[in-house]
């Protein structure tokens, strides 16, 4: 119930934000009303054996931004992902989340610390011998969530993400696309403040992946602060959001692209559809915002 | 308690699922319970018999032919006043004959019946209440004087005999069967241990992305780790129930008609078969549950 608190604070802010004309609120206005949702100081990770994961980065996002990370394999994007659900942990300089340092945060807290983050992992991370409709579920269950609320969420979420007529089948049963949607689903079942999606369309097609690029698209016009991390460069630059470039390890650009402005889901889709060349063959599916 | 039940059907869910290797724990179980519930009786029949036999031991003392009723009566009572005897027991010459008979076999017994007159002695049969005292009553019965030759308590005891030598031999095999049985023991318990665990451990190491999956969604260690506890619970509680269902078949078909004809099969009953189950059962429990908790450490840590 809290989160969703927070969610709706959240799209406060994102609207006031947006009648103010700004692109990206400035730092100091920011600060007055809430930490950026995600800020990284200087930080450095080291694995072991002496591989380093990102060197020296900064950076901050602010509440309801979408924004990309790219750059090739083994640039340090995943360490990123890593180092925001504290998977790994910092060598040296600060990891904050929504303002709080989450290098402080002890070993018990951290699944406390994950379920206020929803993750979409490439490979969709599903539980294979669970349906569509416990998967979702079991995000709600790890929070303990009553029994009445998951029985109404998980069937809405699934509405949302166009599963509806799935809700029963297993993740081998369904196509890649479909399989990352239950993952989405899962991710924001419990509405976190911040969603983090790694290589979402690592493993699906155009087509597919324009679905899934509209799915959380739709998402972050709820408030929610969207981070993708791929290396597919056409979408990027279609999509028109800001990007965040990693070369070994290294922040080498962070730019808004020019051009950013909102626009619905729909729009968003049929102009992404045109610049990709790719016909729009009624995949819009659900409602539109 | 609604989290209890998601608990208890997520355990019931992931053994409905692995079916093979559930049944290959249950049935490791089974196998080591069973083995367990025949060697505790066995092992507490070869303590119960050691004690038997030391109870047994006692003195008798043998009184010279022409010792009066009056000199024995007297002499009892000197040998009950003494440190360290429950009691002595008077056995005339004609309480001798039978005692004896019932020792020998048939054959003899008839050339018993052949002597003219009775050969025996009476005697005291002298019980202790401790077997190590044997000695320091024996030397009170029968002193020894300076030149070294025994000097008895009464002129009428002819000879003192102990039945020590007997019992240390007895004493002796028992021990030595007793520690065999517990090597054996032993090693069952660490091997089936050992096999227990990597059972348990296979089952879980095939579920290991789950586990992974799990805590990437920011489910705590106890959230994950309870459903397979309850699972090794349920697993240890299932082959337990089995392997004492089997053992009391066994009792029941082989050892108890056994009992009834055999005095000595009926000694190896010294454990109760109540108590017996109630420890089997548990120590499975225990086991298996840990042998999950234990295992899972490993996909927990990070």
């Not at chain 2, 609604?2 to 019931?12: H, K, N």
């Not at chain 2, 095999?173 to 059972?199: C, E, H, R, Y």
Request: net charge neutral; hydrophobic share 45%; glycine share 8%.
């Amino acid at each position: 119930m809290n989160l969703i608190g927070t969610r709706r604070r959240n799209r406060a802010t994102h609207e006031r934000r947006r009648a103010a004309g700004h692109e990206r609120a400035p730092a100091e206005r920011n600060e007055e009303i809430r930490p950026p949702i995600v800020e990284l100081r200087d930080a450095t990770v080291v694995y072991p054996g002496g591989h380093v994961g990102i060197e020296r980065v900064s950076l901050s996002i602010d509440r309801g931004e979408f924004a990309f990370v790219v750059g090739p394999t083994g640039c340090g994007k995943s360490t990123l992902i890593k180092t925001l659900i504290r998977e790994v942990d910092v060598a040296s300089g600060r990891v904050l989340i929504a303002g709080r340092d989450i290098d402080n945060i002890a070993m018990a807290k951290v699944p406390l610390l994950r379920r206020r983050i929803g993750t979409v992992f490439q490979d969709f991370k599903l539980l294979p011998n669970r349906t569509v409709y416990d998967n979702v579920a079991y995000a709600l269950q790890v929070i303990g969530a009553p029994r009445s609320e998951i029985r109404t969420q998980v069937p809405e979420i699934l509405r949302l993400v166009g599963l509806q007529a799935k809700i029963h089948n297993y993740p081998d049963q369904l196509s890649g696309g479909e399989q990352q949607r239950v993952s989405i689903a899962r991710a924001f079942v419990n509405h976190p403040p911040l969603l983090l999606a790694d290589e979402p369309t690592g493993n699906l097609d155009p087509e597919t992946s324009i679905g899934i690029m509209q799915l959380l698209y739709r998402i972050n016009r709820t408030g929610t602060t969207v981070l993708v991390v791929t290396h597919d460069h056409s979408m990027v630059d279609k999509m028109r959001r800001r990007v965040i470039a990693f070369e070994e390890g290294r922040l080498v650009r962070d730019e808004a692209t020019s051009g950013y402005h909102d626009e619905s889901t729909t729009e968003f889709a049929v102009r992404v559809r045109a610049e990709m060349g790719v016909g729009d063959e009624g995949h819009t599916n659900g409602d539109t915002h | 308690m609604g989290r209890v039940t998601f608990f208890v059907s997520e355990a019931i869910r992931a053994l409905r699922r692995s079916a093979a290797p559930s049944i290959a724990a249950v049935v490791t179980i089974l196998v080591t319970t069973m083995l367990l519930g025949v060697l505790i009786p066995v092992l507490r029949a070869s303590e119960g018999k050691t004690t038997d036999v030391r109870d047994q031991i006692g003195l008798r003392v043998f009184l010279s032919k022409d010792a009066t009723k009056a000199e024995s009566d007297r002499l009892g009572e000197e040998i009950e006043a003494l440190a360290h005897v429950t009691s002595a027991k008077y056995i005339s010459e004609d309480d001798a004959v039978p005692l004896l008979k019932d020792r020998l076999d048939s054959e003899l017994n008839r050339e018993l019946d052949l002597l003219e007159r009775n050969p025996l002695p009476a005697s005291f049969e002298v019980n202790l209440d401790d077997p190590d005292n044997v000695g320091s009553v024996q030397a009170a019965l029968q002193p020894s004087d300076a030149s070294g030759a025994p000097k008895p308590l009464s002129p009428i005891i002819d000879d003192v005999s102990d039945s020590r030598q007997e019992a240390r031999k007895i004493t002796e095999v028992t021990g030595a069967v007793k520690i065999v049985l517990i090597v054996i023991a032993a090693l069952l318990a660490i091997a089936s241990l050992l096999l227990v665990a990597n059972t348990i451990r296979l089952s879980i190491y095939a579920r290991r992305r789950e586990v992974e999956v799990m805590r990437l969604v920011g489910a705590t260690n106890w959230f994950i780790r309870w459903p397979f506890m309850i699972e090794g619970v349920l697993v240890g509680l299932f082959g337990a129930t089995l392997a004492v269902g089997i053992l009391w078949l066994g009792k029941v078909t082989i050892v108890d008609p056994l009992a009834e004809s055999f005095a000595l099969v009926d000694n190896f009953s010294t454990v109760g078969f109540a108590p017996l189950v109630i420890v089997l059962i548990s120590a499975a429990v225990v086991v298996s549950a840990m042998g999950s908790g234990i295992t899972l450490r490993r996909f927990l840590r990070v």
